[in-house]
């Protein structure tokens, strides 16, 4: 039988230093792989080795419990000639063949580790799910339709979700967020828009950008499409909708002025700031009216 490696996250023990090397024997049990450390509750590390019973049963233990357990004078054999349900804490993946950590692997419905690892069985699930998108997107929809129909069935799955996010979820969405605002800028405005219309595609906003020719609507600003914000014409608070055509690209600035404002409402409001600051600079300031150019009855007074 050939020997099996570990997986490269468990590092080989040096020869130097093992404590028992392949074709040793503990009682029935033979050694049939390299040692590799191990690291043990307290934080130590161990010296394990990949074993083999004479039953055939292929197990992982520890090289420093074998030898306590010959120096007992105990006959050393596998869990299962000793009575024990075997839980070995390696196990080899019946697809990538690679011995791995007992953790990762998934569980059946029995409490067994499953054959596959779980980054086999990732694989695996993607490419069915892909062999057929259409019909398993539509599939998928249905289920959380029908899941979201109850209280209970959407208590489970908001809950669901949160334990999703926690448990790594929020990293990975983060990181997928930041790769789509640098790679397509305009699918992250349209993850955006669809917040508020699910019709909202890719191509209508870059239409919208064309037609715009990359300029505020209400300042005539160059714009960058990450800098650039998505203004309702109408806001939706005085019924707009929010349909590609009461939608159009401005800069913050005049976002943030615009508000819940009509057009006509923000050109009013924007000339009572001008008369007012221009007002209150020049009273601030008199020493520009002093130095102003020559009213034209100054002038002919003058010649």
Not at 8 to 25: F, H, I, N, W, Y
Not at 152 to 176: F, H, L, M, T
Request: glycine share 8%; proline share 4%.
């Amino acid at each position: 039988m050939a020997a099996l490696q570990p997986n490269r996250r468990l590092p080989l023990v040096p020869e130097e230093k093992r404590l028992a090397t392949e074709g040793d024997t503990f009682g029935l049990i033979s050694v049939i792989g390299e040692p590799f450390f191990v690291r043990s509750k307290r934080g130590l590390r161990e010296q394990w080795v990949v074993t083999e019973c004479q039953c055939g049963r292929i197990d992982a233990r520890s090289i420093r419990v074998m030898v306590d357990g010959l120096h007992l004078g105990r006959t050393l054999k596998c869990r299962a000639c000793a009575g024990v349900r075997p839980i070995p804490k390696i196990k080899k993946c019946s697809q990538c063949h690679l011995v791995k950590r007992i953790d990762e692997f998934g569980v059946t419905g029995t409490g067994r580790p499953k054959s596959w690892c779980k980054s086999c069985d990732t694989k695996r699930e993607k490419l069915r799910y892909h062999s057929d998108l259409a019909i398993n997107r539509k599939r998928k929809r249905e289920h959380m339709k029908a899941r979201r129909a109850t209280t209970e069935g959407r208590a489970a799955q908001k809950d669901s979700s949160r334990r999703a996010y926690e448990n790594g979820g929020k990293i990975k969405q983060r990181a997928r967020i930041k790769a789509m605002k640098e790679n397509d800028p305009f699918r992250w405005k349209c993850y955006l828009a669809k917040r508020y219309d699910r019709s909202i595609t890719i191509e209508q906003l870059k239409n919208l950008w064309q037609q715009q020719a990359g300029l505020c609507a209400i300042t005539g600003r160059a714009l960058t499409v990450l800098e650039a914000e998505l203004d309702h014409v109408i806001p939706r608070s005085r019924g707009g909708s929010d349909g590609i055509e009461n939608l159009r690209w401005v800069c913050g600035e005049a976002n943030d002025a615009k508000r819940a404002l009509l057009d006509e409402e923000l050109l009013v409001l924007c000339r009572d700031i001008t008369r007012t600051l221009g007002r209150r600079i020049m009273e601030l300031n008199p020493c520009r009216t002093a130095n102003s150019a020559p009213s034209a009855s100054e002038k002919q007074g003058s010649d």
